[in-house]
């Protein structure tokens, strides 16, 4: 169980890392959108950064906990 927790762990944390070095719909991607779609564009990313951010850290901290034998 706890090797498998790993392995999934794992994998969330490469995903995360990187759709954020490449995230999708990103503002500076798209080069002819007009100024509303520019605050939608931006708001999107600001919610795709969240919650990438947030399964990045969760997952970084599952890894923590179990590399240092927190978990049972």
């Known amino acids: ?8 762990a794992s994998l969330t944390a490469t995903m995360a890392f990187q759709a954020g070095v490449n995230p999708p719909h990103s503002p500076w991607q798209d080069t002819s959108s007009s100024s509303s779609q520019d605050h ?11 919650f990438n951010t947030t399964g990045f ?16």
């Open 57 to 72: 850290l969760a997952s970084l901290s599952i890894i923590l906990l179990l590399s240092i034998g927190g978990c049972a």
């Open 40 to 50: 939608a564009t931006a708001h999107r990313y600001t919610c795709i950064l969240f």
């Open 1 to 8: 169980m706890r090797n498998a927790l790993m392995v999934v």
